[in-house]
């Protein structure tokens, strides 16, 4: 019963972010990055504690500031955390890294992705494969990827070196 609450809100979400496209949408604020980051963590820590596992928060002393929507922004970050806490193992560090100009890496050792299923990870409905850790109703990668792509930024899938997944948000272009 709470999954299927969870997968109604998340598409509540989506048609949320749907609508924020609409004109009279509210405009983009500025965001602390390190600032959601923070609150991101601080909300998931008592299901990183019950789940045996830890969330790590590298950040600068200093705001990384982006244009958008902070509510939206955390939502994404929580969708990644959550996954991160989901597939890692018992006694996993998610770690959650936040930089200047305005990225956000999520990072943890548990499965990764197959590379079978890398082109579908952000479709709607998508879950792993029966070998990983169950518990998504597979709309929290499809709704993070939509709120970067309201942000006009992206959202990006790594092997961690090592083992385990990386994901990267990139508010602006990275390369530069």
């Known amino acids: 019963m709470r999954l299927m609450g969870r997968i109604v809100t998340q598409l509540l979400s989506l048609a949320r972010l749907e609508a924020a496209d609409l004109p009279g949408a509210p405009a983009p604020r500025p965001v602390d990055l390190v600032g959601v980051a923070t609150e991101t963590a601080a909300a998931l820590t008592p299901l990183a504690i019950r789940a045996r596992k830890e969330i790590a928060l590298l950040a600068p002393d200093e705001p990384v500031t982006v244009q958008g929507d902070a509510d939206a922004i955390g939502e ?49 409905f998508h879950q792993a494969s029966a070998d990983a850790r169950p518990g998504g ?13 309201h942000h006009g930024g992206s959202i990006a899938y790594a092997d961690q070196e090592g083992g385990g997944a990386l994901f990267t948000l990139a508010f602006c272009d990275p390369s530069k």
């Open 76 to 124: 994404a970050l929580t969708n990644l955390v959550d996954n991160g806490l989901r597939h890692s193992p018992p006694g996993g560090v998610v770690e959650v890294e936040v930089t200047a100009p305005g990225i956000v890496r999520v990072a943890d050792r548990g499965p990764g992705v197959p590379p079978s299923e890398r082109e579908s990870i952000f479709a709607r």
């Open 137 to 149: 109703g597979g709309l929290g990668l499809p709704i993070a990827a939509a709120i970067m792509r």
